[in-house]
């Protein structure tokens, strides 16, 4: 049975720095490609990054670019999200999420994924 279990979130200013963890169980996370989603309320849960099963990372658009960045620890079966510099637009609840098969090419669509965590909430202040 596949978990992911999201931790690290919190109310933050603006300005400040979070690093989410995805705890992953029954799955190993080196074999998958592994994804952060986020989702603000009223709007559709949006990609934010990825990374392949080779460690391979791809990030959206310019909004996340050089402020976000994905990696993962092997030994703890964990991927990471740090996020630097937040802003008040970043507030939302974040997810990690894996495909339902191993290896593969990068997917940025929420269809794509098959496993969620529950999500850990982000709350930037100005």
């Known amino acids: 049975q596949v978990q992911l279990v999201e931790s690290g979130g919190g109310l933050v200013q603006a300005g400040d720095s979070l690093r989410l963890s995805c705890a992953a169980s029954?799955?190993?996370?080196?074999?998958?490609?592994m994804g952060w989603f986020r989702q603000a309320p009223g709007r559709e849960r949006d990609f934010v990054a990825g990374?392949?099963?080779?460690?391979?990372?791809?990030y959206a658009a310019n909004s996340v670019k050089g402020r976000f960045t994905i990696f993962r620890d092997t030994a703890k079966n964990a991927i990471y999200l740090q996020i630097n510099s937040l802003k008040p637009e970043d507030t939302a609840f974040y997810y990690c999420?894996?495909?339902?098969?191993?290896?593969?090419?990068?997917?940025?669509?929420?269809?794509?994924?098959?496993?969620w965590g529950q999500g850990t909430q982000v709350t930037v202040s100005s």
């Open positions: 999420a894996a495909p339902i098969e191993q290896w593969g090419s990068m997917r940025t669509m929420s269809g794509e994924y098959a496993y």
């Open positions: 990374i392949l099963w080779n460690g391979v990372a791809t």
């Open positions: 029954g799955l190993t996370v080196s074999r998958y490609v």
